[in-house]
Nanobody, 125 residues
Framework: VQLQASGGGLVQAGGSPRLSCTASGRRFSSYAMGWFRRAPGKEREFVAALGGSRDITYYADPVKGRFTISRDNAKNTVSLQMNSLKPEDTAVYYC???????????????????WGQGTQVTVSS
């Protein structure tokens, strides 16, 4: 599976960009998808995850209520709608895919088998 993320850029605080990640390969619906981010000088952290059948979602506390993860299995895409952005949301955002069905593991980066190249989101105050 190859993943291509897009949609980042420079955004004002309070903005609402949408990140997209397109997957190549078959059986996209069998993969759980996640978004992670790495801020300057910080470790990579979990942002959100969505099960293959869209019935399981997880969000990190800092983004809960502001970000929404969704997927379109017909188009092999997963999206991250980001609302009410804050300067502390500035980071490189990565999409990732995992074949595991242990949904409690979705928050761990080590769970994921495939990673996209990342897209920069910079939030100006």
């Amino acid at each position: 599976v190859q993943l291509q993320a897009s949609g980042g850029g420079l955004v004002q605080a309070g903005g609402s960009p949408r990140l997209s990640c397109t997957a190549s390969g078959r059986r996209f619906s069998s993969y759980a998808m996640g978004w992670f981010r790495r801020a300057p000088g910080k470790e990579r952290e979990f942002v959100a995850a969505l099960g293959g059948s869209r019935d399981i979602t997880y969000y990190a506390d800092p983004v809960k209520g502001r970000f929404t993860i969704s997927r379109d299995n017909a188009k092999n895409t997963v999206s991250l709608q980001m609302n009410s952005l804050k300067p502390e949301d500035t980071a490189v955002y990565y999409c990732a895919a995992t074949a595991t069905t242990y949904y409690t593991a979705y928050v761990a980066a080590s769970t994921y088998d495939y990673w996209g190249q990342g897209t920069q989101v910079t939030v100006s105050s």
